[in-house]
């Protein structure tokens, strides 16, 4: 069946970067696009940015542009997500997601927690 | 681009029904027919339950509808059940490959 299985939890201090891997199964790696979205603490779902692991072109939200990096290796269906510069505000669940104008399936999460 | 905008709760009896609105703008939910739907359980991953404003994905009840007028796009439970209680959260197309969700509804079975 199609899955993503993402890494585990991190704990991460202000300034650091953290890299979260998302392994893909059950279908074509770079048939579809790989979105990540994050969840804080008791708050909503926030989209992020979108990778193509065929071309690896990557987009980017505003709000991110600068600190975040989408990568692929697709010699073993796995994509990336760097977010750089961490602050306590990025302390979040973070879901990768398969992605055809829609999110489905999503991976499990992985917990980044950013504290001193 | 901003968060588009849901009720923050809503609640039923149940076999009663509940419906949650989804408003946006003109560049997203008004622009595509690209909304879609996710619920999500307490410490759980968001689950596709809506795609395509309407459609539904194998396996999930025909309790679960959606429909899209304007701006606004809604998702409607039926005959609600003890396990529908969640929370719901649209998702909306913003053109150039750009995606925005809504700000999540708790749904709560009395």
């Known amino acids: 069946q199609v899955q993503l299985v993402q890494s585990g939890a991190e704990v991460k201090k202000p300034g650091a970067s953290v890299k979260v891997s998302c392994k893909a199964s059950g279908y074509t790696f770079t048939s579809y696009d790989i979105n990540w979205v994050r969840q804080a603490t008791g708050q909503g779902l926030e989209w992020m940015g979108w990778m193509n692991p065929n071309s690896g072109n990557t987009g980017y939200a505003q709000k991110f542009q600068g600190r975040v990096t989408m990568t692929r290796n697709t010699s073993i269906s796995t994509a990336y997500m760097e977010l750089s510069s961490l602050r306590s505000e990025d302390t979040a669940v973070y879901y990768c997601a398969r992605s055809t104008l829609l999110f489905d399936p999503w991976g499990q999460g992985t917990l980044v927690t950013v504290s001193s | ?110």
């Open chain 2, 1 to 110: 681009q901003s968060a588009l905008t849901q009720p923050p709760s809503a609640s039923g009896s149940p076999g009663q029904s509940v419906t949650i609105s989804c408003t946006g703008t003109s560049s997203d939910v008004g622009g595509y027919n690209y909304v879609s739907w996710y619920q999500q359980h307490p410490g759980k991953a968001p689950k596709l339950m809506i795609y395509e404003v309407s459609k539904r994905p194998s396996g999930v009840p025909d309790r679960f509808s959606g429909s899209k007028s304007g701006n606004t796009a809604s998702l409607t439970v039926s005959g609600l059940q003890a396990e529908d209680e969640a929370d719901y959260y649209c998702s909306s197309y913003a053109g150039s490959n750009n995606f925005v969700f809504g700000t999540g509804t708790k749904v709560t079975v009395l």
